[in-house]
């Protein structure tokens, strides 16, 4: 029988209303791009747990479908996977961008020249820029892997070329908050991407961040990420740079807790140790590297581990480690009631 650590998000929905899409007040990302670009294979693949290589066999997205995450009151989001051929223009609901906190336009990175999906993204971000100025964009110059994109150097030459053609199409008429990203399905690149895109959903973020930053100096960490399990996006981490080498293995460490836990865990009521860790959110895992720094990861609540980078020699305590992980975890729940109430912050 197929083995989940934690039950999984629905399927993405078809939507035939556009008023039934805008309804409800869920954080929105809007995901949009020419045809055939990749936009319903990255939510497959970072939020269905999809393998890369399954995705060459996806059907072209006919309509607007709806991809709706749930796992607790922080993470709660939903995604609209605009079909290539659906036009946003001036005659556009202004509900939908009213509704919406980011906007992401996938570009085919293996379509060289990019002039007409260029012009496609200027039109989107005067649109949705115009209705809400407080809509931030994320261009993903996508499906960077195969041979010719093999040095990075080659990466950076095509975002420059795109960043560039794009700023003289909107000609600083557009004063809006615009990222770049190159990424694929096939690395970490597409999940670190999204982590950042699923960060400015998050109101109660800035107190994420600064109790990360006390539990890593109180605990002398080197990094703290908080992770969604399911999808291994981190939703949080502490106000140091994030390295990419070290989000890696993190992320790689919750794939084998997930695959231990599914092959070996068994609890003493016969039910698999996914269905404790669920209701418990007790699991702890260490992995200890030959750099002389170690892996530690804590379940803190359904679906949510915190994962950190610590030195060998500061884990000698590690009584008092978890006490300040006990700690945090008290807070994180004192951040859900505040979500729930509609709060931003702790009082």
């Given amino acids: 029988p197929k083995c989940l650590l934690f039950?999984?998000?629905?399927?993405?929905?078809a939507v035939n209303n556009m008023e039934e899409m805008v309804a409800d007040s869920t954080p929105t990302v809007l995901l949009c791009g020419p045809h055939r670009g990749g936009k319903t294979s990255i939510l497959k693949v970072v939020f269905q747990k999809m393998s890369p290589h399954e995705t060459l066999f996806l059907e072209t997205?006919?309509?607007?479908?709806?991809?709706?995450?749930?796992?607790?009151?922080l993470v709660k989001f939903k995604f609209l996977d605009f079909p290539g051929s659906a036009l946003i223009d001036d005659q556009t609901d202004p509900m939908l961008f009213n509704k919406t906190g980011v906007v992401v336009f996938v570009i085919d990175a293996q379509e060289d020249p990019y002039s007409d999906a260029v012009c496609a993204a200027k039109k989107v971000i005067e649109v949705a820029h115009r209705?809400?100025?407080?809509?931030?964009?994320?261009?993903?110059?996508?499906?960077?892997?195969?041979?010719?994109?093999?040095s990075d150097d080659h990466k950076t030459e095509i975002q420059r070329d795109i960043h560039s053609k794009l700023m003289d199409e909107l000609q600083d008429k557009v004063d809006a908050q615009i990222n770049f990203h190159c990424t694929s399905i096939y690395d970490h690149t597409i999940f670190e991407t999204f982590s950042k895109i699923v960060q400015k959903l998050i109101p109660q973020l800035p107190v994420l961040e600064q109790c990360l930053d006390l539990l890593v100096t109180n605990s002398r960490m080197e990094k703290a990420y908080l992770f969604d399990v399911l999808s291994k996006v981190y939703i949080a981490s502490d106000p140091q740079p994030v390295d990419l080498q070290s989000y890696e293995l993190c992320s790689d460490m919750i794939d084998v807790v997930v695959d231990v836990s599914c092959i070996y865990g068994l609890a003493e009521d016969g039910n698999s140790i996914a269905s404790?860790?669920?209701?418990?959110?007790?699991?702890?895992?260490?992995?200890?590297?030959?750099?002389?720094?170690?892996?530690?990861?804590?379940?803190?609540?359904?679906?949510?581990?915190?994962v950190c980078i610590l030195r060998e020699e500061n884990f000698d305590r590690q009584h008092l480690l978890d006490y300040n992980i006990k700690v945090f975890k008290e807070t994180l729940m004192e951040l859900f009631k505040s979500a729930r109430t509609g709060g931003v912050a702790l009082t």
Avoid at 7 to 13: I, N, Q, T, V
Avoid at 62 to 72: F, G, Q, Y
């Fill in 7 to 13: 039950p999984s998000c629905g399927g993405a929905m």
């Fill in 61 to 73: 997205t006919p309509k607007v479908e709806v991809t709706s995450i749930a796992r607790n009151d």
């Fill in 131 to 150: 209705i809400n100025p407080k809509i931030s964009f994320d261009i993903l110059i996508h499906k960077v892997d195969g041979d010719q994109f093999f």
């Fill in 276 to 306: 404790s860790i669920e209701k418990d959110a007790t699991s702890s895992c260490v992995i200890h590297l030959n750099n002389g720094t170690l892996l530690y990861l804590r379940e803190v609540d359904r679906c949510l581990a915190l």
